[in-house]
């Protein structure tokens, strides 16, 4: 397939060619060893969109108007770059179902690390609430799984259906509300978005992007004035502040994935994820997100 793009689109991509090998600075410097390779990545590629849909996706912002850009403008750009130039059209063709397994560590009140290998399946749908997902966790004493479906949350432990708590219902809800999907389909979801300026940290420029859903539940999004992309988010549940890190970006069947993700509680971390492998458009039975 040829894609046909404006010079400042050329140029842009251009950057953020260069930024990948030298150029975005991890929030936490510690993070600064970490290789920005995903060795698992799939390499199956799926069904391109029709080019009529992918020329037609331009980034919102030129390289050389970055100070005077509106919140539609810095999301419009962020999910031109998701889809590796292609923007939605690439993201809802390619994104279609994905299987991503890896590792997932949570840090309890009381200070103890439990780890588990996890497997989350996700069958995309028009809006956010609509879409099912289920995460089945593998820890070394338990095996169960969430699933999210009908914009309901239910459990599954050996073939029986369960009511989770309320905090691990609400972790994973957290997940899929207060992620980067949560505003990369803010108009399909009829979110609302506002720009609140500009803030460096570490050294890195972000934009701040205040997403507020059709819940009302609120994210704040810090977006990488060069590259455009999500690297941290926060929001705030029962008094407490919680902030999401993204880490070790990769190229996934054309689609850009964070392969590391952190969650802190004020100043403890309480989640860790390392996707080990993520693979888009395989057939996926829906039985797995029934209750039956």
Same mark, same amino acid.
């Given at each position: 397939?040829?894609?046909?793009?404006?010079?400042?689109?050329?140029?842009?991509?251009?950057?953020?060619?260069?930024?990948?090998?030298?150029?975005?600075?991890?929030?936490?410097?510690?993070?600064?060893?970490?290789?920005?390779?995903?060795?698992?990545?799939?390499?199956?590629?799926?069904?391109?969109?029709?080019?009529?849909?992918?020329?037609?996706?331009?980034?919102?912002?030129?390289?050389?108007?970055?100070?005077?850009?509106?919140?539609?403008?810095?999301?419009?750009?962020?999910?031109?770059?998701?889809?590796?130039?292609?923007?939605?059209?690439?993201?809802?063709?390619?994104?279609?179902?994905?299987?991503?397994?890896?590792?997932?560590?949570?840090?309890?009140?009381?200070?103890?690390?439990?780890?588990?290998?996890?497997?989350?399946?996700?069958?995309?749908?028009?809006?956010?609430?609509?879409?099912?997902?289920? #995460?089945?966790?593998?820890?070394? =004493?338990?095996?169960?799984?969430?699933?999210?479906?009908? *914009? /309901? &949350? @239910? %459990?599954?432990?050996?073939?029986?259906?369960?009511?989770?708590?309320?905090?691990?219902?609400?972790?994973?809800?957290?997940?899929?509300?207060?992620?980067?999907?949560? #505003?990369?389909?803010?108009?399909? =979801?009829?979110?609302?978005?506002?720009?609140?300026?500009? *803030? /460096? &940290? @570490? %050294?890195?420029?972000?934009?701040?992007?205040?997403?507020?859903?059709?819940?009302?539940?609120?994210?704040?999004?810090?977006?990488?004035?060069?590259?455009?992309?999500?690297?941290?988010?926060?929001?705030?549940?029962?008094?407490?502040?919680?902030?999401?890190?993204?880490?070790?970006?990769?190229?996934?069947?054309?689609?850009?994935?964070?392969?590391?993700?952190?969650?802190?509680?004020?100043?403890?971390?309480?989640?860790?994820?390392?996707?080990?492998?993520?693979?888009?458009?395989?057939?996926?039975?829906?039985?797995?997100?029934?209750?039956?």
């Amino acid at each position: 397939m040829i894609f046909r793009f404006k010079t400042s689109a050329i140029i842009l991509i251009v950057l953020l060619l260069v930024q990948v090998s030298f150029g975005q600075t991890p929030t936490d410097p510690k993070d600064e060893k970490k290789p920005n390779v995903a060795p698992n990545v799939s390499t199956k590629e799926a069904k391109p969109t029709d080019s009529k849909d992918v020329k037609q996706a331009t980034p919102a912002v030129s390289a050389k108007d970055t100070k005077n850009a509106t919140a539609d403008q810095i999301v419009e750009s962020a999910i031109f770059i998701y889809g590796l130039g292609g923007g939605r059209a690439i993201l809802n063709q390619i994104r279609k179902t994905a299987i991503e397994r890896g590792k997932i560590s949570y840090t309890t009140a009381a200070g103890r690390t439990d780890q588990a290998s996890y497997q989350r399946f996700t069958q995309r749908a028009e809006t956010l609430n609509k879409e099912k997902i289920r #995460l089945d966790q593998d820890f070394p =004493n338990a095996k169960y799984s969430l699933v999210f479906n009908d *914009e /309901k &949350i @239910f %459990g599954i432990l050996d073939d029986s259906v369960f009511t989770p708590t309320e905090i691990a219902s609400k972790a994973f809800e957290n997940q899929i509300v207060h992620g980067i999907e949560a #505003l990369l389909r803010y108009k399909e =979801n009829e979110s609302t978005i506002s720009s609140t300026g500009k *803030e /460096k &940290i @570490f %050294g890195v420029e972000y934009y701040l992007l205040d997403l507020t859903d059709k819940q009302s539940r609120r994210t704040r999004f810090y977006v990488s004035t060069k590259t455009f992309r999500v690297m941290m988010l926060d929001y705030e549940q029962d008094g407490v502040k919680y902030r999401r890190k993204f880490y070790d970006y990769n190229y996934a069947q054309g689609t850009l994935v964070p392969f590391r993700t952190t969650l802190w509680a004020g100043e403890k971390l309480v989640e860790e994820t390392d996707v080990g492998t993520i693979t888009f458009g395989q057939k996926i039975d829906e039985n797995i997100f029934s209750a039956g």
